[in-house]
């Protein structure tokens, strides 16, 4: 009990909001990107492969990038990504406010964030949880981490779309992406003001093929992540749905679309809440939110009111929070720290790795079939997936496979001392 109310570190929260500020930006450019497509296109699909293009690098560059982090540091790593992708920002910034913005040039720019994404996941991850772990905070302040992560990313999609609904109205898309130039200071800054050298003193061969073992032999780790990768492929691919949806499918303007993910946002937060004062302790519950999210894009399918959708996404984002919290949680209160680099490196290949195809299946879905069949079609997928994964659950605790529950506590730090 005096674990639980142990304070997180000072470090930890100077971290956190600078964060903060930077994901701010990101989705007022993710906002402002999607709606510039779909200006230029007026094609689902066409949207669809650019997120596709942004997420790709992280399937092939997370796992290296862990290792990078091992290698050179996890601050040093992050520091020369963020610093790469405020000069990215900027540049794209003056490439729109020039008109010469193309959908060729959106899927370069799209695909070195997407680089530089990939290389700075990793390290954002274990930075976090090295820093929510310090000053006897521990394994359940890494857990407890992960809940008020997953609510400042989802307040930050909150007031980014929001913000950028109005700016690309009153001032254009560049506005938006000169915005998120600028909100990778704070973080810049936090990153410059940490001098001590956080790579691990003596580096493990084998730490990816240790960590991978390790998280594919607990099922505590192992569901969870599962149920990550089918929602991320049939279900969560916001920036591909909403946009998309609320074109199509609402026939609503950009202040619309920025509604429509503040919704996604604000449900979201209350699904960091939750995972923060209750963190996850079996599959299950990541397991129940992936079978709401089915739910939802049924709902979603059935409805053509902007009120209605915007109640759904709220519930949809809940879920979506839920999903990833606790996957987070599991990976980061499990994994003993000299692996939890290689770790958080598997755990954003699963993440991000599974946008590329869900987002394609995403436009192409509702590009091919409309809104309303895309969508029914795409939580019915979801139930399927989460059905097959409860009753492999259930049969490998049934049978004695892992550690399910009371052993998914055990403090790693606390066993290696």
């Not at 857990?143 to 109205?169: D, H």
């Not at 979603?300 to 009111?305: F, K, R, V």
Request: charged share 10%; aromatic share 8%; proline share 4%.
């Amino acid at each position: 009990m005096r674990a639980a109310a142990t304070p997180l570190p000072q470090a930890w929260r100077n971290y956190a909001i600078s964060n903060f500020v930077s994901q701010i930006g990101t989705w007022m450019q993710t906002t402002a990107q999607a709606w510039l497509v779909l200006d230029l296109t007026e094609s689902p699909e066409r949207l669809g492969l650019l997120v596709a293009i942004q997420f790709l690098p992280a399937v092939f560059l997370a796992v290296p990038a862990g290792k990078a982090a091992d290698r050179w540091g996890r601050r040093n790593l992050l520091l020369g990504a963020q610093a790469a992708m405020a000069t990215l920002a900027a540049s794209l910034a003056a490439v729109v406010a020039t008109g010469k913005a193309s959908y060729p040039v959106l899927l370069c720019f799209a695909l070195a964030f997407g680089i530089g994404n990939a290389l700075s996941q990793p390290a954002r991850i274990s930075l976090a949880a090295a820093l929510a772990g310090g000053e006897g905070a521990g394994a359940l302040g890494r857990a407890r981490a992960a809940g008020l992560a997953t609510l400042s990313f989802n307040l930050a999609r909150i007031l980014g779309p929001a913000v950028a609904g109005f700016a690309i109205a009153a001032a254009g898309s560049a506005f938006a992406f000169a915005a998120n130039a600028l909100s990778y200071f704070p973080l810049l800054l936090f990153l410059v003001g940490r001098h001590e050298n956080d790579a691990p003193p003596t580096r493990v061969r084998g730490a990816g093929r240790e960590a991978f073992r390790f998280l594919w032999s607990n099922g505590a780790t192992r569901i969870p992540l599962l149920t990550v990768a089918a929602a991320g492929v049939l279900a969560i691919n916001v920036q591909t749905l909403a946009p998309a949806y609320a074109r199509f499918g609402l026939g609503i303007n950009a202040s619309g679309l920025g509604a429509l993910i503040g919704a996604v946002g604000a449900g979201a937060c209350l699904g960091g809440l939750l995972q923060w004062r209750w963190p996850a302790d079996s599959i299950w519950r990541s397991l129940a939110a992936a079978a709401g999210l089915g739910l939802c894009l049924l709902a979603l399918s059935a409805t053509h009111l902007f009120s209605q959708a915007a109640l759904i996404l709220t519930v949809f984002g809940i879920c979506s929070a839920t999903v990833l919290s606790s996957a987070a949680a599991a990976v980061q209160r499990l994994v003993p720290d000299h692996m939890r680099n290689a770790a958080a490196a598997i755990q954003v290949t699963i993440v991000l790795g599974t946008n590329p195809l869900g987002s394609l299946l995403t436009g192409w879905a509702i590009g091919r079939f409309g809104p309303g069949v895309a969508l029914a079609g795409l939580g019915a997928a979801t139930l399927v997936a989460v059905l097959t994964l409860s009753l492999i659950g259930g049969f490998r605790r049934e049978h004695g496979d892992v550690r399910f529950h009371a052993e998914a506590f055990v403090d790693p730090d606390a066993t290696a001392r």
